[in-house]
């Protein structure tokens, strides 16, 4: 519905723009060019909405849809900047002029001429080539757009504050996003109840998947009824409780009992305020075995999920979040300022977090979660509480905290064992005496480690004899090793089992200490059902969970809301990847087999076959990791050799999980080979035996890559020299294909991505550093514009050229190496550029401006304060109208700019330089910013110049 909406407030702003391009004189042949191409776009939009009424393939047109959503975003915004660069402004009534330079108009053509491309694939039915253009094209677009607006001097704030105030018709459109978003709603305010709830669900779910009520419940349904009380009757709780804005630090030893603490404190505020619909409740819990799914963004819209997710109406700024994310994938800012808009409609909002020591640590998430967290305490007052094991570096971000040491409480661990002595023997059942040695002993041995007690009790339950029962019990592990030597006492246990229940037990230990990431029950039944070879699968040969559950002596349990299945505990897990090669030494190459036998199945190599999840609940996982389990296992190496030239089955698990279709056309599209993937997966084992077997090292695939440069692209260094020794080119090259990148060398794509051992290993090779992509850029530009600094620092010292202008579609509007390096606000590598001796006052070909102009125009004070004191010129003009950076400021005035504005003036910018229109910095504030337009008569302007000496006129 969002779409169509789209669509149509597009088609009838495309109308409004060419009555603007008709209203206003001058430059007839450029108004003709803007006026033809908007009226194609606007026929072109039409068909597409007539086909999407008429068309009997409903799903087929909505899936084509939703791919549109980003495409029309664009050339909304695009015809956007147009129309209020068209319209009148500042009360003007008289016939405008026609605003535009001949660049900007080809620019305009240029951007409305992308998104038209990818409809006119949806047009024309073409699903699998709109999905893939739309997939390589969406970041140049967006790129594109993003210099649009900076060459007609808007940003879209300015935008839409124009488009509310033109009134009439164009009002009437709603033709923002948030404007297409209101006439969203107002449709759905026409709906029936089911269709409301429908996408209030699809919000919900799209915010996150993850159920964390049912999170909450499977651990509070570990808690043993009556424990955790020391902790809710503590002083320090009750005071973190009464008051707002305050952390309590929970750390404690491993098996103290931390997360179901947690779940504890959940159970508790959710008792006490779960029915105030004033106080926000929400919760996290980290898990060492989720890390890859629980980034930073999905932890932020969990948080968001569950404070608005009890409300009876989703929030507005939750439905326009929605609206403007939906297909974005980086939107961390934009979820944290929702989070923030929700959190500050409570009065009060308690947010837990568990296990804050397994939440991943490498891309800075943990560190970066924690900052947001502060942001909210800031501006909310939120009461957040934490757990975590003692790491020295979260106890120090916690060091001013109340806090309160997770332990076991000796009358909770009598409380377990009491409550768990019916499990015993039946002699230990019938003697009290025994009873109560067994408890004091084990009370005694786990010193405030809660999962010792169940370990310990668990290595009683064989036992034939007290006498048997009381030498164990003066064999109870205690101190730092009491762990190890516990898990060692029970795969021993393991061991003693019959043959059978023991292979049982080791095999579903192995899948689970080696997978990653949880795995369901039927998950782990189908993958230990796979006969290693077969053709078919055999449901009989599935092995039955509790059977499974039990021959694993306590070291499984299953999450039943959720029909996980998993090690008992964190140290568990620890415990067995450390002494994998003593149990399980064969693990990743029986994980590896079963998952390529899986991907192997007749069904998968039936091009009619479209749905791998239809009735395989492994298919996802072994699609996914087998590389991973593959690389770790050198006996698999002739099985992944034959999986390697199957295409159908190979191509179907590449694909299977990055997009939502699977056709045979899509196969043959691709161009992929198994060679190719070697590559990207550093499979380099694979690779002579399949050049043996006849795969070509220049076969490229639809982005125009030979297997090298794949290699380079992911980081694939074993590949790489593989692929050099066998023949590959160090300097081949992109070929034309779906991506942008035509001409880019092996260097180019391996700057580009950051790879340092794969520049390193290209240059010692001889790659040519200095080579140029068809679009001029070189190795260095590529590194450069992605704030790759290690890469720079390879290349700076390999001697690369710096001197070259780069980055630019044509060579008219290259840039400077700096220039990019401020454009982009990589401050580490604007300071190796200088420290290497670029020039901070070369202008670039784009807008013949400087480094600094630009940082200017960004306001970015770090860039300006670097470029100042490296000698850049302040008063360098740029562009057409030879506009200074203290004008630029000026023009888009922000948050920092009379910081920076001081900055320039203290540097020595002429207060009263006057540009090619007239223009002095004070003209141009006198119309944007009061306060600026006062500190520049503070610091000397001259009121009287502007637009050769004529007077200001008073702001209407």
Known sequence: METTASIIAVTQLCEKVIKYIIAVSGAKDEKARLRSKIRGCSSLLLQLQDEAADSEEVEEWTKTLELLSAPLARLHEALSLTAVALSSRDGVREKLQWPFKEKDVGMLVEAIDSEMAMLSLALDGNTTRLLIETNARSKRNEQDLKELKGTLKLDMGTTISTLESLGGDLQKLQITQNGVRGGVDKLHERHDMKEAMEQRENILKWLTPIDHASQQRD??????????????????????????????????????????????????????????????????????????????????????RQLVEPQASLPKHVEEFYVSQKGSSDKIEATAKTLQLVASTYSRVFIVIDALDECSASHGCRIALLSRIQELQNTCGINLLVTSRFIPEIVEKFKTASMIEIQADRDDVRRYLSENMSRLPGFVRNRAELQEEIISKIVEAVRGMFLLAKLHLDSLLGKRSPKAVRIA?????????????????????IEGQMAEQTELAKQALAFLTCARRPLSTLELQEAMGVEVGELELDPDNYPDIEDIIASCLGLVTVDDDRSIIRLVHYTTQEYLERTLDRWFPAAEAMIADVCLSYLCLNRYADPAYLDPDKD????????????????????????????????????????????????IEFIKELWITGLHFAAEYDLEAVIAPLLQRGFNLSRTDIYGQTPLLVAARHGSKAAAEQLLRHGSSVDERMEEGTGTQVGYTVLHVASENGNVPIVRLLLEA???????????????????????????????????????????????????????????????????????????????????????FYAAADHSIDCVRILLEAGADPNLPAGDSEESPLMMVCHRHQKHSISIIKMLLDAGAD??????????????????????????????????????????????
């Open 219 to 304: 651990t509070i349904s570990r808690r043993q009824a009556g424990t955790g009380g020391w902790l809710l009757r503590s002083q320090v709780y009750q005071d973190w409780l009464g008051t707002s804005n305050r952390t309590l630090f929970c750390p404690g030893i491993p098996g103290a009992g931390k997360t179901v603490s947690a779940s504890i404190i959940n159970a508790d505020l959710w008792e006490r305020y779960g029915r105030d619909n004033t106080i926000g409740l929400a919760h996290l819990f980290c898990n060492y075995r989720r890390q890859d799914e629980q980034t930073l963004d999905a932890l932020l819209s969990g948080l968001l």
């Open 473 to 493: 019990l003066d064999k109870l592990p205690t101190g730092t090793d009491a762990y190890d030597s516990a898990y060692d006492s029970a795969m021993e246990r």
């Open 616 to 663: 395989g609940t492994w298919y996802q996982y072994a699609a996914m990791y087998w590389t991973h389990h593959a690389r770790r296992a050198p006996s698999s190496l002739e099985r992944v050799v034959d999986f390697l030239t199957q295409e159908i089955p190979l191509i179907r698990s590449y694909i299977s999980w990055r997009v939502p279709i699977f056709t």
């Open 766 to 852: 001889g790659a040519a550093i200095n080579s140029q992509g068809n679009n001029g850029d070189t190795p260095i530009s590529c590194a450069v514009c992605q704030g790759c600094t290690e890469v720079v620092q390879v290349l700076i010292d390999a001697k690369a050229d710096m001197t070259l202008h780069t980055m630019g579609k044509l060579p008219s509007e290259s840039e400077t190496l700096i220039c990019s390096a401020v454009r982009e606000l990589h401050i580490d590598t604007i300071e190796l550029l200088i420290a290497a001796g670029v020039d901070v006052n070369e202008r670039d070909k784009r807008n013949r401006a400087t480094a600094l």
């Open 911 to 956: 207060v009263n330089y006057v540009d090619s229109e007239g223009l002095t910095a004070y003209y141009v504030a006198k119309r944007k910013d009061s306060h600026i337009a006062q500190y520049l008569l503070e610091r000397g302007a001259d009121p009287a110049l502007g637009l050769n000496g004529r007077p200001y006129p008073p702001p209407s």
